[in-house]
């Protein structure tokens, strides 16, 4: 018999978790390294998490908005512009990584495999990975691209965690029901984190949850 998993929208956070979220990046993110390949990385010798996501979907917007900082990580409307791990450090404590994005169709098919390597490389052998952050489409929900992600993800026994995107944009009705088709979607992953994020890098929805979740995180150890 399948299992059942029951994905909760917004996770409560008290006063505090939200406050150490907070403080953990009041002081910034410092940018340490791009890395082309695996080679690359830097010394795994503190916490990590990372941001996944189809080209587009927000991630170096996200960054930006939990580091408080506009140009941290470079945004873009031309899909596929963050072509490497990019490595940010927050206190010494933590590192946060804005990865490439996947998805693009129109990326040449070299460029998309060697990428593909890369990736799953890093993912399934990063061992101070904590979380993977994935990012949706608050207006789309998950894709087919998501869901082989998320197979490499539960394949390698990674958690992950679904952050949706974009929340301004969508219609009240709209994002409803791409909660739903989210929640849904996740059943078929065990390595899903039961909880869902709701964020837009616009509003600032959602972006202190997202820092208590990555603090609640450090505070588990
Ligand atoms: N309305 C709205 N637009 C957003 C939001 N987040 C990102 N965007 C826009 O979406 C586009 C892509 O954002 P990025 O943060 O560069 O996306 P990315 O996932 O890092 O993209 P790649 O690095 O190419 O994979 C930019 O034009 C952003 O301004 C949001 O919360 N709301
Ligand atoms: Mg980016």
């Given at each position: 018999m399948a299992q059942h998993f029951d994905f909760s929208i917004d996770p409560d956070f008290t006063e505090d978790e939200l406050e150490t979220g907070r403080l953990l990046f009041a002081r910034g993110a410092e940018f340490v390294i791009g890395c082309a390949?695996?080679?690359?990385?830097?010394?795994?010798d503190r916490m990590e998490v990372c941001f996944a996501g189809r080209?587009?979907?927000g991630k170096s917007s996200l960054l930006n908005a939990i580091t408080g900082r506009k140009a941290l990580a470079r945004t873009s409307?031309?899909?596929?512009?963050?072509?490497q791990l990019n490595y940010f450090d927050i206190n010494s404590q933590l590192y946060v990584v804005d990865l490439p994005g996947y998805?693009?169709?129109?990326?040449p098919k070299k460029v998309v495999e060697a990428w593909q390597t890369v990736l799953h490389g890093y993912l399934a052998g990063r061992a101070n990975l904590r979380r993977v952050f994935a990012l949706i489409d608050g207006r789309h929900g998950i894709k087919a691209v998501d869901h082989e992600m998320f197979d490499a993800l539960d394949r390698a026994a990674v958690p992950f965690q679904v952050i949706l995107t974009?929340?301004?944009?969508?219609r009240a009705s709209e994002l409803e029901a791409a909660i739903a088709r989210t929640q849904e979607g996740l059943?078929?992953?065990?390595?899903?984190?039961p909880q869902i994020i709701i964020t837009s890098s616009e509003t600032g929805r959602g972006v202190d949850k997202v820092r208590a979740a990555i603090a609640r995180l450090m505070s588990e150890g």
């Open positions: 390949s695996l080679s690359q990385l830097p010394p795994g080209s587009n979907v409307n031309t899909p596929g512009r963050t072509q998805g693009y169709a129109e990326a974009k929340a301004d944009k969508p059943q078929r992953h065990p390595t899903a984190f």
